[in-house]
């Protein structure tokens, strides 16, 4: 089993700033990579950025210049640094990450519980 568990969000105003922590755990031989999503209220989820164990990243038009993401795999954690954030950032943002169980030839496709940004005046 692999677990993950967000942290990080609040109440920020207009054109703050907030960084998001997700920290993966459990059975874990390799993760090949990590997402953030988000889900706005009467909204579909969407994708918001995304991260491989090589590093490289793309993130959503809206969010480019403003978010980044980085991950620590040494801690299995991924960040994202969420700058000059606006109302439309709302949402309710969701930790995804895939990989390998240890020990298994199984994979993995985890979520984690999802951590409430609100940007207000």
């Known amino acids: 089993q692999v677990q993950l568990v967000e942290s990080g969000g609040g109440l920020v105003q207009i054109g703050g700033s907030l960084r998001l922590s997700c920290a993966a755990s459990?059975?874990?031989?390799?993760?090949?990579?990590m997402r953030w999503y988000r889900q706005a209220p009467g909204k579909q989820r969407e994708f918001v950025t995304a991260?491989?164990?090589?590093?490289?990243?793309n993130y959503r038009d809206s969010v480019k210049g403003r978010f980044t993401i980085s991950r620590d795999n040494a801690k299995n954690t991924v960040y994202l640094q969420m700058n000059s954030l606006k109302p439309e950032d709302t949402a309710v943002y969701y930790c995804?990450?895939?990989?390998?169980?240890?020990?298994?030839?199984?994979?993995?496709?985890?979520w984690g519980q999802g951590t409430l940004v609100t940007v207000s005046s």
């Open positions: 995804n990450a895939w990989g390998t169980v240890l020990g298994t030839l199984k994979t993995f496709d985890t």
């Open positions: 459990g059975s874990i031989f390799s993760i090949d990579g």
């Open positions: 991260i491989t164990s090589g590093g490289s990243t």
